[in-house]
């Protein structure tokens, strides 16, 4: 105790933890802690701000059961690591109005994985996946697989959209569109009521004397004129 103050005099901020002191404190400096320091009512830091960024111990940020929010919506947040791992129900950038990117064109492999029904959509605008070695959709292998369906949306007053497959423009080489020539038993094109229409030449078979054409219905000729 300071000398001419009893012990347990309200003047000074007492050294124990048994009991809340109503105190307050202003230091303009540096200081140390070296043991454990608890904010119950809630912390404000100002300024630049450096939370374990030497030490080799685990920092854990809003570990109960409230809401947590860092950063602002004008400056940039950066989560660096050799492992950033965002546990629980997550929301990115729902409420803002500017762009997210994941990922940079440094940074390694970006994997989204769930357990469940997942979606990726866009409200407005074209939803674009492109991948410089190449995009490959697939289902996932294994003792039977799942199929895959390219479909465009129910339109329930008007048209529903249209599906293009086809190569990008080119300089050199013939660039091809194939379907079924790896592993399928059969491929099917069009409904029984509809019409296909094929834009050029029509072969079966790789080679001469090679595969069948068979038609279970009528054949027409446009023939120009």
């Known amino acids: ?20 002191q109503t105190a307050g ?8 802690i070296g043991g454990l320091l608890t904010a119950s009512a809630g912390a404000t ?20 059961t409230g809401n947590n929010s860092i950063g602002n919506t004008t400056g940039t947040l950066g989560l660096t690591g050799s492992t950033v791992a965002v546990l629980g129900t997550t929301t ?37 996946l492109q991948g410089m070695g190449g ?4 289902s996932t292998a294994g003792t039977t697989s799942s199929a895959i369906t390219i479909s465009t949306g129910n ?5 529903s959209g249209n599906i293009s497959i086809d190569t990008g423009t080119f300089t050199s080489g013939l660039p091809t569109v194939s379907i079924g020539t790896a592993h399928a038993s059969a491929v099917s094109i069009g409904q029984n ?33």
């Open 1 to 20: 105790p300071i000398s001419g103050d009893g012990g347990g005099s309200g003047s000074y901020i007492q050294n124990q933890t048994a009991v809340a």
């Open 25 to 32: 404190f202003n230091i303009n400096g540096a200081g140390t």
């Open 45 to 64: 830091i100002t300024g630049t701000t450096n939370i374990n960024t030497s030490g080799a111990a685990v920092t854990s940020i809003g570990t109960g």
């Open 92 to 128: 990115i950038n729902t409420t803002g109005t500017a762009a997210t990117t994941i990922g940079s064109n440094t940074a390694g492999a970006v994997s989204i994985t769930s357990n469940a029904a997942s979606n990726f959509t866009t409200n407005a605008g074209l939803l674009t």
């Open 135 to 138: 995009v490959t959709v697939a």
């Open 155 to 159: 339109a329930s007053a008007g048209a």
């Open 193 to 225: 009521t509809t019409t296909v229409t094929i834009q050029g030449n029509l072969t079966a078979g790789v080679a001469a004397g090679t595969g069948t054409f068979t038609n279970n219905g009528a054949t027409r000729n446009a023939e120009k004129t």
